[in-house]
């Protein structure tokens, strides 16, 4: 039974780029939630998406966007990347119906240059 | 914000002692979850712990929730070195049916050998 995963693992990009994170949730869930964990901090919480839609955002602004696909993976795009985008993305699913107990995978570290 | 607070921020413990690890938050959840992160790596889910349970176990693992005193502890018997690790709790933040987590900055374990 596959875990989550999440590509690339690690990424490296210069002030004003643009940057596209993928997510395979693990087998039989249905949401994908995003969060972004800075150094020595805990993770915070960027949006969710089920069936394809967002269905809750966090205190990001508009350049962090994302998508979710018919077979429930996701993408986490950040526009215009700044030094403070710096961190490590970390991908959770779940499902939609159940507790609320969410499995993340190993993350994607970017650095921004 | 931070919902979750763990205490103390950095646990130094010997081979076979015991670790208490202790979590507080603000307002009231659905459950609350732990879970470890090594090296800054993904986290990896530990337990789940309802708002109506008291007390669960998963094999060194003992977790008790007081939800009149809104805290959490996660007790880890006879660790080991491998045991070293940042630990999160993590809370629900239920508004309008979705559940995004809430951390706090972790409890830095280290398991001298």
């Known amino acids: 039974d596959a875990g989550v995963t999440q590509s690339p693992t690690h990424l490296i990009k210069t002030r004003g780029q643009q940057v596209t994170l993928r997510c395979s949730p693990k087998?039989?869930?249905?949401?994908v939630s995003w969060y972004q964990q800075a150094l020595g901090q805990g993770p915070q919480f960027i949006f969710q998406y089920y069936e394809e839609e967002e269905r809750q955002r966090g205190n990001f602004p508009d350049r962090f966007s994302g998508h979710q696909f018919p077979n429930y993976s996701s993408e986490l795009n950040v526009n215009a990347l700044l030094l403070g985008d710096s961190a490590l993305y970390l991908c959770?699913?779940?499902?939609?119906?159940?507790?609320?107990?969410?499995?993340f995978g190993p993350g994607t570290r970017l650095t921004v240059l | 914000s931070q919902q979750g607070e763990e205490d103390p921020q950095a646990l130094s413990i010997q081979e076979g002692e015991n670790a208490t690890m202790n979590c507080s938050y603000k307002?009231?959840?659905?459950?609350l979850q732990w879970y470890r992160q090594n090296s800054g790596r993904g986290l990896v889910h530990l337990i789940l712990i309802r708002s109506n349970e008291r007390e669960k176990h998963s094999g060194r693992l003992r977790v008790t929730l007081d939800t009149s005193k809104k805290s959490s502890s996660l007790l880890i018997t006879a660790s080991r070195a491998a045991d070293t690790a940042s630990y999160f709790c993590a809370t629900d933040d239920y508004q309008g049916g979705s559940e995004k987590l809430v951390f706090g900055k972790g409890t830095k374990l280290t398991v001298n050998p």
């Open positions: 087998s039989g869930h249905d949401t």
């Open positions: 307002t009231s959840i659905n459950n």
């Open positions: 959770a699913s779940s499902l939609l119906a159940g507790n609320n107990e969410q499995f």
